[in-house]
């Protein structure tokens, strides 16, 4: 057998090298896994294969519910929460702790999409939002007569598939990360 030729053990690569792709940093982003054994990267990716549909399920089903009652109720929940955290009042006002809520709502999303999808940057992480959050909107706008369709969500959604997509990056790019 040649020495160079792909292994069982290692596809693509050289026989003991470790799998995943081979070669250096050449064109490719960071990766937060750098000293993090195969395994646990695998089960991580498994892991937020599952959740992410999941998460994604639920998001939905808060987001084209017939009725504002849940919504309503969650951002009356958040604004008791923030109340006992010490929050300062001007957060308080429910139309900011709604858009606060509409940020936080999408950044899950966008981390767990990152780790089952590597390759998207920040800035497509945060057009996705867009895409997504103006299409639940039009849902909502043309389907659902409980509900109100605003632009304001529509902003606050996609401000918050930037935070998600920001700090994965930031994760991407710390010391010591490595090319996957």
Do not use: K
């Not at 990267?41 to 017939?66: E, K, M, Q, S």
């Not at 849940?70 to 929460?81: C, D, E, K, M, Y």
């Not at 001007?90 to 702790?97: C, K, Y």
């Amino acid at each position: 057998m040649d020495v160079d030729a792909p292994s069982i053990e290692s596809p693509g690569g050289a026989p003991g090298a470790p799998r995943g792709r081979a070669g250096g940093a050449r064109g490719r982003r960071a990766s937060a896994w750098h000293g993090v054994p195969v395994d646990m990267r695998d089960g991580v990716r498994r892991g937020a294969r599952v959740l992410l549909p999941c998460y994604l399920a639920v998001l939905l089903f808060a987001l084209l519910a017939p009725s504002a009652r849940t919504p309503s109720a969650s951002v009356g929940w958040l604004g008791r929460a923030l109340e006992r955290l010490g929050a300062p009042e001007q957060l308080l006002e429910p139309s900011r702790v709604e858009f606060l809520a509409n940020v936080a709502i999408l950044v899950p999303a966008v981390v767990l999409g990152a780790v089952v999808w590597a390759a998207p940057s920040w800035r497509d992480w945060t057009a996705y939002g867009f895409v997504f959050s103006g299409g639940v909107e039009v849902v909502q706008a043309l389907l659902l007569e409980e509900r109100s369709a605003t632009y304001v969500d529509v902003v606050a959604n996609t401000l918050g598939a930037l935070v998600g997509g920001l700090l994965v990056a930031v994760v991407r790019r710390r010391p010591g990360a490595v090319s996957h």
